[in-house]
């Protein structure tokens, strides 16, 4: 298994994870640079993912990667408008 396929391996759990807790009590998602070995298309469909997430769950995003901090704020910008 790649790199990148079990990070996203590890994401699907965090995700399923976070959205079964939420009904027992409020937990916020933190997720630290989790998107480093996706490639272009996965890491969208993950923006996208935690956009919509982040109506029900808060979601915390770190990093120290402009680029991903300009595709992560872009993504709510579209949301948004």
């Known amino acids: 298994m790649s790199r990148g396929t079990?990070?996203?391996?590890?994401?699907?759990?965090k995700l399923?994870?976070?959205v079964?807790?939420?009904q027992?009590?409020?937990?916020?998602?933190?997720i630290d640079d989790g998107f480093v070995?996706?490639?272009e298309r996965r890491r969208q469909a993950a923006y996208a993912l935690l956009a919509e997430i982040s109506h029900k769950i808060q979601v915390i995003l770190?990093?120290?990667?402009?680029?991903?901090?300009q595709l992560?704020?872009?993504r709510v910008s579209?949301?948004?408008?």
Do not use: H
Request: proline share 3%; aromatic share 6%; charged share 15%.
């Open 6 to 13: 079990a990070e996203q391996l590890d994401l699907a759990v």
């Open 37 to 39: 070995n996706f490639d």
């Open 62 to 69: 770190l990093t120290a990667d402009t680029t991903v901090i």
């Open 72 to 74: 992560a704020t872009g």
């Open 20 to 22: 079964v807790m939420q």
């Open 24 to 30: 027992q009590v409020a937990m916020p998602l933190i």
């Open 16 to 18: 399923a994870f976070a």
């Open 78 to 81: 579209q949301l948004s408008d």
